[in-house]
């Protein structure tokens, strides 16, 4: 089945290391997306790619890098940088044809010791 | 972006419609309103959106004021499967990729037996 799969879904690392959360997806979308949500809070958006070897910037990008070198994968890595990195991490995608849906996976939920 | 206001929390009965409401007051004429919800530690998901007039769909009715500065999420017949975090969104479509959707806090949804 189509989708997006979100790799690993817990993950525990101490301070000071350098994380790297996958997210893949088939269903030949051109844009994904990278969010991080805290506890009872909203979602914010971190980077997103709208095509292969690009990506911008979004809200709280500081701490973090992306790469798009495939279409149907855009990784994350928390670097030490990131100050508070603890945090539930989703990636979307969507066609980005119409004003239509995100598609999200189920989440990685990064835990730093 | 227009900003969006939704209660905290709702609770309705199971079995009952559930109407959960948005205020857009400040929103363009060319700014989309999305729902999307999310069940505990998944991700969100997507419900309906529309521009001007009502929309359905499988899952939910959409509601839109002719002014456009509010809207209204109905589930017709709630079941317990339906208790969550709503999120009312608005963003302008500009293009391919322009789906940096803003969630804020949304309103918890709690099915009642």
């Known amino acids: 089945d189509g989708g997006i799969t979100q790799s690993p879904k817990y993950l525990f690392r101490k301070e000071g290391q350098n994380v790297t959360l996958s997210c893949e997806q088939n269903?030949?979308?051109?844009?994904m997306y990278w969010y991080r949500q805290d506890p009872g809070q909203g979602l914010r958006l971190i980077y997103y790619s709208q095509i292969v070897n690009d990506f911008q910037k979004g809200d709280i990008a500081e701490g973090y890098s992306v790469s798009r070198e495939k279409k149907e994968s855009f990784p994350l890595t928390v670097t030490s940088a990131q100050k508070n990195p603890t945090a539930f991490y989703l990636c979307?995608?969507?066609?980005?044809?119409?004003?239509?849906?995100?598609?999200f996976g189920e989440g990685s939920r990064l835990t730093v010791l | 972006d227009a900003k969006t206001t939704q209660p905290t929390s709702m609770d309705c009965a199971e079995g009952r419609a559930a109407n959960l409401p948005c205020n857009h007051s400040?929103?363009?004429?060319?700014?989309?309103v999305y729902w999307y919800r999310q069940i505990h530690s998944q991700g969100p998901q997507y419900i309906i959106h529309?521009?001007?007039n009502n929309e359905t769909n499988e899952m939910a009715s959409l509601i839109i004021t002719e002014d456009r500065k509010s809207s209204t999420l109905i589930l017709p017949h709630a079941t317990l499967r339906d208790t969550a975090v709503y999120y009312c969104i608005v963003r302008a479509y500009s293009g391919a990729g322009s789906y940096q959707l803003t969630f804020g806090k949304g309103t918890k949804l709690s099915v009642i037996p």
């Open positions: 269903l030949n979308h051109d844009a």
């Open positions: 979307a995608s969507s066609t980005g044809q119409l004003p239509g849906e995100l598609f």
């Open positions: 400040t929103i363009s004429g060319n700014e989309y």
């Open positions: 529309g521009l001007k």
